[in-house]
């Protein structure tokens, strides 16, 4: 499968816990994005990264959100002290500039 | 702040028919402009790409782009069951590609 692969799929998580999400791109795409989709919701831009450098991230992104690219390959993202707002689809996708963004399947986060 | 406007629906078009999905930008500087569909639980997937003004086919989908309007389209014709989804008109400046989205339009195909 030479898509954008997310894992994992589906995570539940008690409030107060940290999670990490990991996205693989496509492998030849230098762009890799981070958006956040609510029920009713389009996605909601979080942060991006043009090869391992992440050249913006949402203001409406807090402190507890961080992302990291190493290599700049594989991307992961890291949500500390989970709270039951952060309870979304989290999608990553990715782009070769200037091109069109392709997304993962998503990992739907749960907050109890 | 950047705004993509959609109707959210839902449109209910029967078997066959042409669905037309419409879409405004606040942006004057928006550059690329992006059909994204959705079916329920899943992720966006690319559908249709616009950059010029004017028309753009694929297959049973039309783009349409009036950037003096700020106003883009997908037409969808021979409907079929299977387009019943949520369609997300997305648009980015050029300046570093991220996209800003619409809240989705329904669309359901009624058999």
């Known amino acids: 499968d030479t898509g954008v692969s997310q894992n994992p799929r589906h995570k539940i998580t008690k409030r107060g816990q940290n999670v990490t999400f990991r996205c693989d791109p496509i492998?030849?795409?230098?762009?890799l994005y981070w958006y956040r989709q609510t029920l009713g919701q389009g996605p909601e831009f979080l942060t991006y990264?043009?090869?391992?450098?992440?050249?913006?991230k949402s203001r409406l992104l807090s402190d507890r959100f961080s992302a990291e690219r190493p290599k700049g390959s594989f991307s992961t993202l890291e949500i500390q002290r989970t709270e039951q707002g952060d309870s979304a689809m989290y999608l990553c996708?990715?782009?070769?500039?200037?091109?069109?963004?392709?997304f993962g399947q998503g990992t739907r986060l749960t907050v109890v | 702040q950047k705004e993509v406007e959609q109707n959210s629906g839902p449109l209910s078009v029967p078997e066959g028919a042409i669905a037309s999905l419409n879409c405004t930008y606040s942006?004057?500087?928006?550059?690329?402009f992006f059909w994204y569909r959705q079916y329920s639980g899943k992720s966006p997937e690319l559908i249709m790409s616009?950059?010029?003004?004017g028309d753009k086919e694929d297959g049973r989908f039309t783009a349409q782009l009036n950037k003096a309007s700020q106003y883009v389209s997908l037409l969808i014709r021979d409907s079929q069951p299977s387009d019943s989804a949520t369609y997300l008109c997305?648009?980015?400046?050029?300046?570093?590609?991220?996209?800003?989205f619409g809240k989705g339009t329904l669309l359901t195909v009624n058999p």
């Open positions: 996708a990715s782009s070769f500039s200037p091109s069109e963004a392709f």
């Open positions: 492998s030849e795409h230098n762009r």
């Open positions: 990264f043009q090869n391992e450098a992440q050249l913006e």
């Open positions: 942006d004057r500087g928006s550059q690329s």
């Open positions: 616009i950059y010029s003004n």
């Open positions: 997305a648009v980015n400046d050029g300046s570093n590609y991220k996209l800003t």
